[in-house]
Antibody, heavy 122, light 107 residues
């Protein structure tokens, strides 16, 4: 059974760094082709793709946010971590992690975490 | 970045109606497009991948078509549980962008 769960602070202050953890089970990020991504959704707004890390430790980022984002994995702990620096109120959103690499043998998200709401406010 | 433009932004339809949502890419993405359904307060759910392949467990009234820059999601006979917002996503090139969403309301 595949599960993903996001965790991190619910509230951060402007200019702080956000660290989110995606803990997953039911698959391994060392399996060829498997990837984990982060996606966010501000309240009432569309989904926004943020970053992806694959089984081979290749990393890809949103163009507009790449200077602020770092994605990493700990395969032994079955975790993926996203850090976002210099947080701003416009970064208030629900942050999701999701698995890809199985369906269609490419980057489609077949399992998502429940999401974690992060509010940026002083 | 590849831009995805969905139309319409919102649609209201009756149970039993046929609904079509389109997604246009700013450049050729082959068939590397997915459709997701997101009900209010819920996690997105994969419906269609590689433009026309149905994900397991998705009702057969959902279908996808298209290639290159023009794609469509069709719901052949709308059901009450189909309300929500539908997103297209391209995975042809990083970053993997989403469309702005189409909100589907049931009359």
């Amino acid at each position: 059974q595949v599960t993903l769960r996001e965790s991190g602070p619910a509230l951060v202050k402007p200019t702080q760094t956000l660290t989110l953890t995606c803990a997953f089970s039911g698959f391994s990020l060392s399996t060829t082709g498997v990837c984990v991504s982060w996606i966010r959704q501000p309240p009432g707004k569309p989904l926004e793709w943020l970053a992806l890390i694959d089984w081979d430790d290749d990393k890809y980022y949103s163009t507009s946010l790449k200077t602020r984002l770092t994605i990493s994995k700990d395969t032994s702990k079955n975790q993926v971590v996203l850090t976002m620096t210099n947080m701003d109120p416009v970064d208030t959103a629900t942050y999701y992690c999701a698995r890809s690499g199985i369906v269609g043998a490419t980057y489609y998200f077949d399992y998502w975490g429940q999401g974690t709401l992060v509010t940026v406010s002083s | 970045d590849i831009q995805l433009t969905q139309s319409p932004s919102s649609v209201s339809a009756s149970v039993g109606d046929r609904v079509t949502i389109t997604c246009r890419a700013s450049q050729d993405i082959g068939s590397y497009l997915a459709w997701y359904q997101q009900r209010p307060g819920k996690v997105p759910k994969l419906l269609i991948y590689t433009a026309s392949n149905m994900q397991r467990g998705v009702p057969s009234r959902f279908s996808g078509s298209g290639s290159g820059t023009h794609f469509s999601l069709n719901i052949s006979s709308l059901q009450p549980e189909d309300f929500g917002t539908y997103y297209c996503q391209q995975v042809n090139r990083f970053p993997h962008t989403f469309g702005q969403g189409t909100r589907l309301e049931i009359k």
